[in-house]
């Protein structure tokens, strides 16, 4: 499975950006499918995870702002991140875990401006 992660870029605080990852086949809903991100200098951590469209699991520090949700027809999962902070700044990494294997897409870097 290989994941094309989209929609990175410079953003000031306070404002939204859209991720989306896809996926290059067909995944079923009950797959996990879900971003990390991992900033300079520190480990990559989770930022939000979905199964089966409607298992959400988010980091406590984008709890609230961000939201995760699905296309199943378009094999695609996307991050919707609003109230962005500079904190927020990293590099997100798309991840699915497909019948026990993980898979990772190959980042985009979100900068969030103060």
């Known amino acids: 499975v290989q994941l094309q992660a989209f929609g990175g870029g410079l953003v000031q605080a306070g404002g939204s950006l859209r991720l989306s990852c896809t996926a290059s086949?067909?995944?079923?809903?009950?797959?996990?499918m879900g971003w990390y991100r991992q900033a300079p200098g520190k480990e990559r951590d989770l930022v939000a995870t979905?199964?089966?469209?409607?298992?959400?699991n988010y980091g406590d520090s984008v709890t609230g702002r961000f939201t995760i949700f699905r296309d199943n027809a378009k094999n695609t999962v996307y991050l919707q991140m609003n109230s962005l902070k500079p904190e927020d700044t990293a590099v997100y990494y798309c991840?699915?875990?497909?019948?026990?294997?993980?898979?990772w897409g190959q980042g985009t870097l979100v900068t969030v401006s103060s």
């Open positions: 991840y699915a875990k497909v019948e026990g294997a993980a898979y």
């Open positions: 086949r067909t995944i079923h809903s009950s797959v996990v």
């Open positions: 979905l199964r089966s469209g409607r298992d959400a």
